[in-house]
T-cell receptor, first 114, second 119 residues
Framework: EAGVTQSPTHLIKTRGQQATLRCSPI?????VYWYQQALGLGLQFLLW???????NRGNFPPRFSGRQFPNYSSELNVNALELEDSALYLC?????????????FGAGSRLTVL | AQTVTQSQPEMSVQEAETVTLSCTYDTSESDYYLFWYKQPPSRQMILVIR??????QNATENRFSVNFQKAAKSFSLKISDSQLGDAAMYFCAYIRLRLTTDSWGKLQFGAGTQVVVTP
């Protein structure tokens, strides 16, 4: 069974540009979560999508957005990139509602903003 | 406010020895889940162990076991017979069971503890 896959592995952008990161969940999982892992800050919850709807978002500005497609894959968009957006972006999937259902993570996309 | 605290930035252990990682959390809830995740240099977060708060029995997975002290809000991870492959960053995480719009789906992580295994 394929795990959670993310692309690209690495992405280099300059300040002000836009970045798009993609995630394919485990087959059968309807929920996709995005986390930001910046150096020294641990994992910060970004977004949760389920059945194509945004269910919750963390304390991030609106320039962080995303969507979930009918096949449950997801993309995260970061507009007007700032230097502090440099981080590892982790995608995870689960059956609906983590807790009773376990999160399975991808290997992440490393975004570098110059 | 920090919900999950890991006070040890780094722990070193020799092969075959035992190491214990500490985690404390802040909550007024009675029903919640706690997790330990491992992040090796490959970056992929891997679930090590999960504990339901309503279960008094400590969870165990092979060489990994937890000491769950609900009253003290403590959830430590013990790695027995440490192996070189155990070297990684370990994260403690919490999520409440009660659904609220604020907490829904939001797994909260500690800052992590780097485990170094020496031969």
């Amino acid at each position: 069974e394929a795990g959670v896959t993310q692309s690209p592995t690495h992405l280099i952008k300059t300040r002000g540009q836009q970045a798009t990161l993609r995630c394919s969940p485990i087959s059968g999982h309807t929920s996709v979560y995005w986390y930001q892992q910046a150096l020294g800050l641990g994992l910060q919850f970004l977004l949760w999508y389920d059945e194509g709807e945004e269910r919750n978002r963390g304390n991030f500005p609106p320039r962080f957005s995303g969507r979930q497609f009918p096949n449950y894959s997801s993309e995260l968009n970061v507009n007007a990139l700032e230097l502090e957006d440099s981080a590892l972006y982790l995608c995870a999937s689960s059956l609906f509602l983590v807790g009773a259902n376990v999160l399975t993570f991808g290997a992440g996309s490393r975004l570098t903003v110059l | 406010a920090q919900t999950v605290t890991q006070s040890q930035p780094e722990m070193s252990v020799q092969e075959a020895e035992t190491v214990t990682l500490s985690c404390t959390y802040d909550t007024s809830e009675s029903d919640y889940y706690l997790f330990w995740y491992k992040q090796p240099p490959s970056r992929q977060m891997i679930l090590v162990i999960r504990q339901e708060a309503y279960k008094q029995q400590n969870a165990t997975e092979n060489r990994f076991s937890v000491n769950f002290q609900k009253a003290a809000k403590s959830f430590s991870l013990k790695i027995s017979d440490s192996q070189l492959g155990d070297a990684a960053m370990y994260f403690c995480a919490y999520i409440r069971l009660r659904l609220t719009t604020d907490s829904w789906g939001k797994l909260q992580f500690g800052a992590g503890t780097q485990v170094v295994v020496t031969p």
